[in-house]
C-alpha cells in the first residue's frame, strides 16, 4: 500500500517560514521521483518542486530560492523548507509519488503517480 503522509503545515505570517515534511511509504523511496504540488482555492493545482531518485531538482519560478526540497532517506521523509513565505503562496500542499520526469522542468500533475492528503498554508500580511 502507497502511502502519503504531509504534515508542517499551519499559520505564518508574510517574510516568515515552514517545514513541511512528506512520510513516505510503500514505495522504493531512493529509487522513486517525489515531489511537491499545491492548489489555491479555484485555481488548478500546480508543481511546487520535484526531487529525482538520482539527485537532480526542480523548482516552479515563483518559489525558486526561496523553496528547497530535500530528502532524508534514513526517514523515508520528504521536505520542503520554505522561506520568505508570501502571500500567495497559500494553499493546500500535496506530497505526490511521480511517475515520469519532465525534461524541461516543466511539471504538472500528468506526471503524478500517487498523492498525499494535503496539509495546509496559510501566509497573512
Known amino acids: 500500500q502507497v502511502d502519503l503522509v504531509e504534515s508542517g503545515g499551519g499559520l505564518v505570517q508574510a517574510g516568515g517560514s515552514l517545514r513541511l515534511s512528506c512520510s513516505v511509504s510503500?514505495?522504493?523511496?531512493?529509487?522513486?521521483?517525489l515531489g511537491w504540488f499545491r492548489q489555491a482555492p479555484g485555481k488548478e493545482r500546480e508543481f511546487v518542486s520535484v526531487s529525482s531518485h538520482y539527485g537532480e531538482t526542480w523548482y516552479h519560478n515563483a518559489v525558486q530560492g526561496r523553496f528547497f526540497i530535500s530528502r532524508d532517506n534514513a526517514k523515508n521523509t520528504l521536505n520542503l523548507q520554505m522561506n520568505n513565505l508570501k502571500a500567495e503562496d497559500t494553499a493546500l500542499y500535496f506530497c505526490?509519488?511521480?511517475?515520469?520526469?519532465?525534461?524541461?522542468?516543466?511539471?504538472?500533475?500528468?506526471?503524478?503517480?500517487?498523492w498525499g492528503q494535503g496539509t495546509q498554508v496559510t501566509v497573512s500580511s
Open positions: 505526490a509519488k511521480l511517475s515520469t520526469y519532465s525534461p524541461s522542468g516543466d511539471f504538472s500533475t500528468k506526471n503524478v503517480r500517487f
Open positions: 510503500g514505495v522504493p523511496f531512493s529509487s522513486v521521483g
